[in-house]
């Protein structure tokens, strides 16, 4: 459940939450939705695809964490976020609400003991609300622009299914579904005039950061064999 | 030097009239840089018949060619899924007798004739259920997609029911904004014709002549051009299907958020049928019934029966129907489309397929010129009367296969002078092998296919003879297909959402194209 209330540096001026990245709190996620304007530091770690939200049907942008449910390979628990931290996991418990920002009381993340202050004793926003209020100033117009670039690769035809099939050194395989991404065919054969309106308005930056996220698949197998492999051995020497 | 065909004229603005417009322009587009051209004349005072109101999936087919997004197309026609018909008190007259007939094939059918294996042993399941998922996904209320599947693709194969009184001028404003379709209101006046009988051009009220190359007539029942103008006799087909009436009204739902089926509900009555169909903001009911069987009188009440008694000030529509097609479909340069070629009553939704598959082959056999065109002609005609043929037989079937006695209606039907040959022989050859693949349905575009054979034959009972040792081979794929069906069936029925949340979902959201 949530209660999403309005933040008030009154009513809240004592709430403590936990920031840190944490699979308890919600880090571990496989796939979280992103905005363009993380697209180049999400491109050193994550592929960067997109998906249809399950209940409209509507495209999103996403960076991909991990193979399974509930699985983020970036998280090292007690030991934060490796890499860039999505804006979507920063954010958590917060919310916008219009112009101000709306917190999730019944989110874990509120009221934890080693939680942080928002809030100084004389009522200012601490370093870390300071933070989560700049990152709601990418996500806003973040959502909205990224809404506008889906519906110009959809325009020109340039998204296509993707299937995404990883094999890992203990032999089993795993697929990606329901995963989309740029169609390279489609875009080599973009008239002049459609490829110069991509890149005046920035777009063409983004579609080639998100081809050049596809690399990161690999690199994203190769965390959950290591990560396998010690799952292994740890057990083997238990079993020792 | 031989006149290229240039010029293509149609005349009426129906469903017909503009599917075909939508279907000629969308195929021969890049062709009206070089001066094709399509013609819709439309006139400004005739009304829409619309009593299509039941599809086949090939509409589907039919409007991605031409360029429509279906997210659109379910926005501004109201439209609904269909996944096929259920066909109540058809067999015994039992209140609780019924079978499906799907859009879905039975699983494997390419591969494998399921008939047998399931005669051999049924498992308590109806043929349906025991070879498709749909007749349950129906049951349930259940939408044959999610709002995750792209545009046109299915989970389950459905095609549409839709407000054919919205549906012309959607296809309208399509065709005339996005394919280059002109069209002109007026009142055609004259025909004129040349000595050889082809039609030279149109003499309109208030447009001036409109000459053209070849004319396609969708005029409805007037059959403007080719019935009176090239005096083109009709084949009547009343001693074969005897319902020549129908009573139709538009009902409201209960509540705007009413559950909404998606199967043509067909219920049969003393002397006919009643048609069910929901869409988004009403369901369309109609009684079909035979006029020489039942007063029209009779026909009312058993409508106000059916619908119940909240709903007894609605207007009653009466719409005649003349079974039987045009004796010739395409004489000189003038090929009919539509009720202008011939109009069966709505049992199998057989109307608006048939005007794409007409419309397709014409635009697909877009004769180069004159010279050419009695070739394209004749072959137009001929398999346009096997089609005409077959549909009969088909609908025929569900009323050979009644074991209803109750009235002269049914009783009549069973009679051996109201069967057509071919369909005796079916009847007679299929007591031995039922219906599949390399039968002799192996036209390219067999308006119903085998599989809508079996789905009747057996959902009514019919039974064919199988041999101790005929099923032994393919038993391991028959095995496995049937349980293949009952795990999908069940997996299905866990994903797709409510036919009305769906509708509701496509107008708020719409569906993507990809």
Partial sequence: MTNIVPLNSLIHRSLRVYGAASARYGDNQRFVQVVVAEFPQLVLHYPILLSKDADTGVFFCGAVLGFERDENLFLKEGEGHEGYRPLDLQRMPFYSAGSDLAIDLDHPRVGAESGQALFTESGQPTNYLAGIMHAFRDIKPGLEMTKVFIATLLQHKLIEPVDISVSFDDGSTHNLADLYTINQSVLRDLPDQTVLDLFRRGYLRLIYLMIASLKQVQELAKKKNARMLRGSESLSARVG | MVQPLQSVVIVGGGTAGWLTAGIIAARHHSRMKAGFSVTLIESPDIKIIGVGEGTWPTLRSSLEKMGIPETQFFRETDA??????????????????????????????????????????????????????????????????????????????????????????????????????????????????????????????????????????????????????????????????????????????????????????STAQSAGWIWDIGLPQRRGIGHVYSSRHMSEAQAHESLMNYIGPTHQDLRVRKIPIRPGYRETFW???????????????????????????????????????????????ARFNEVTHYRWGRIIDFLKLHYVLTQRTDSAFWRENLDPQSIPDRLKHLLHL???????????????EEVFPAASYQYVLYGMGFRTQVGPMDNVDSEPLASRLMQENITMTRQMCVQLPKNRDLIRKIHEHGMQPI
């Fill in chain 2, 80 to 265: 609904a899924f269909k996944q096929g018909a259920r066909f109540a008190r058809w067999t015994t007259g039992a209140e609780d007798d019924a079978y499906y007939h799907p859009l879905m094939l039975p699983q494997g059918f390419t591969q494998i004739n399921l008939v047998p294996h399931w005669l051999q042993d049924e498992h308590g399941r109806s043929f349906c259920d025991s070879v498709c998922p749909q007749g349950r996904l129906c049951d349930d209320g259940l939408a044959p997609k999610t709002i995750t599947t792209p545009e046109y693709k299915a989970v389950a194969n459905y095609a549409y029911h839709l407000d054919a009184a919205k549906f012309a001028p959607f296809l309208q404003r399509h065709c005339t904004a996005k394919l280059g379709v002109r069209h002109v209101l007026a009142d055609v006046q004259t025909v004129n014709q040349h000595e050889s009988g082809d039609i030279r051009s149109l003499t309109t009220k208030q447009a001036g002549d409109i000459a053209g190359d070849l004319f396609i007539d969708c005029t409805g029942f007037a059959a403007l051009l080719l019935g009176k103008t090239l005096g083109v006799g009709f084949k009547d087909c009343s001693d074969i299907l005897f319902c020549d009436t129908a009573l139709a009204v538009q009902v409201p739902y209960e509540t705007p958020d009413a559950p909404m089926q998606s199967q043509t509900i």
């Fill in chain 2, 331 to 377: 004489k000189n340069n003038c090929v009919a489309v539509g009720l202008a070629a011939g109009f069966l009553e709505p049992l199998e939704s057989s109307a608006i397929v048939l005007v794409e598959l007409s419309a397709k082959l014409i635009s697909e056999q877009m004769p180069a010129n004159r010279e050419v065109m009695d070739i394209v002609a």
């Fill in chain 2, 430 to 444: 299929w007591k031995y092998q039922s219906p599949w693949f390399f039968d002799e349905f192996d036209r390219l």
